[in-house]
Each structure stands twice: as C-alpha cells, then as structure tokens.
C-alpha cells in the first residue's frame, strides 16, 4: 500500500510540473495543398516547402524547405498569435536536420514577435530573444547529417499578451524540420527535458518523465511492425489493446524496450 501511495504521489508530481504544447501541427504531420495546417508560408524565389518522409525526427512526417535560389528569405509563420503571460517563463524548441547537399552556414533561424494582448503590434515591445537574441545570429548550418536541437528560454517583456511565433530558411540549402514546441516553462529545465528522459510501463500504461508534451509516442512490436501511435498529451500514454509480450517504445530519439 506504502509503494502504491508513493507512486501516486510522483505521477501526480510529473503531471503537475508537465507543460503543455500550445502550438498544433507541431510534427507537421498535417497538410493541404502543400501547405502545413496550422501553419502560414512564405515562400522565396527557387524554394518550396514541401512534407517529407526520407528525414522525420518522430512520426511519419516532418518540414522540408528546398532553397535552391541565389537569395531570398523564406519562413513558416505559426498562424495563430498565442496567449502569453508575463509574469511567466516559456520555451521554444524545434529539431532541424541540415541535408548534405547545402552551402551556405547561414541557413536558418528562428524568429517571432511579442504583441498587445488583443493581438495588435506593438513595436515597443522587446523582440530581442524571439530573434536570436542568445547572441547567435543564424542557427549552425554546418553540421550535416544529424538531427539537432534548439532550446529557446523566453522571457515575455512586460506588456506582451501574445506571440507570433516563425521560422526562417535561406538560400542554397536543404533543410527538415520537426517537433516544434511552444509552452510554459516546467519546473525541468530545458537541459533535463534534452538529458534526463525517462520512460517505462506498468499496469498496460506508459509513463515518462521530461518529455515535451505534443512529442510523438511510437510502439513497435517485437518483429519491429508498429502497433501504436499516437501524441502525449500528459506524462503518461495508454497501452490498453497491446496483448503481453516484448516491445519497443519511441519518443523522438529516445527508444527503449518493455514488457507487457
């Protein structure tokens, strides 16, 4: 009964300190037209954004921005302006994967805006650190090959009530995008959410420790066919309808054995 009441008390502790992924599509699982839902593009001069299947962080789908052009900005606008508080901390974070194929160093970076609560632009308000404001002004582009990711501490300036949040692509280079995050900051900081990750399962239900909420939950059987998919929308992930027997779980580029 002690270690029943103990347990209790962590899952309600992990659940209470989780946050929340205010953006949709975050994975870019969802499009139309060529168009990502949820999301507003901009395209430049010789560039397309486009889903792609060949480089996925999780899921089945991720961002592609194909810059074949000379010069031109091109950038993915989330398009809704979110609710902020400024009294409270957020984080930004994304993975990108710079394909082999690109040139320039200086491909890519992140971007946003602070606004009145109603949504309107304020200029006055300090934009700074939605526009590489820790002092890199382009993310590294020239590490190919691998998946990396940026973590973003935002601090709203006081006055702002919402984000417009986006990401910017340049020319000559090939560039995926996937698990974007926004959200309050929890009481993990950004570098145990990327480090301290954990998960296991008990009673045919998932639970984990300093994963993102939006991150993609993947389950593989033991002959490696996926019998489950699905978003964690908390600390913990149903495995109700899995039979008993050995499986691997996936969350982003966490993998790990269990048994049911």
Do not use: C
């Amino acid at each position: 009964m002690r270690k029943f009441t103990l347990l209790l008390a962590f899952l309600a502790g992990a659940l209470a300190g989780f946050a929340q992924n205010l953006l949709t599509n975050a994975g870019f699982e969802s499009w139309k037209d060529s168009v990502p839902d949820s999301w507003t593009p901009t395209r430049a001069t010789s560039q397309v954004f486009a889903p792609s299947t060949v480089k996925v962080k999780s899921g089945s789908t991720s961002l592609l921005s194909d810059h074949t052009g000379a010069s031109g900005t091109a950038k993915v606008v989330f398009s809704i302006k979110l609710p902020v508080d400024s009294t409270k901390d957020y984080v930004y974070s994304f993975w990108y994967y710079v394909d082999e194929s690109s040139t320039n160093t200086k491909a890519m970076r992140y971007w946003g805006y602070w606004n009145n609560p109603d949504g309107t632009t304020n200029n006055t308000l300090n934009s700074k650190d939605l526009q590489n404001g820790d002092a890199v002004s382009y993310l590294p582009t020239d590490t190919k090959g691998e998946w990396i990711q940026k973590v973003i501490d935002l601090n709203p300036p006081a006055g702002a009530g919402t984000v417009q949040l986006e990401l910017r692509f340049y020319s000559k280079a090939k560039i995926y995008v996937d698990d974007v995050y926004f959200g309050l900051k929890s009481t993990s900081s950004a570098s145990i959410l990327k480090h301290q990750q954990k998960l296991y399962a008990a009673n045919k239900t998932l639970y984990t420790e300093n994963f993102l909420a939006g991150s993609k939950v993947e389950v593989f059987n033991a002959v490696g066919k996926k019998v489950s998919q699905g978003t964690l929308n908390t600390s913990t992930y149903s495995l109700n309808g899995l039979t008993k027997g050995l499986y691997i779980v996936k969350i982003g580029n966490i993998s790990k054995k269990i048994m049911l």
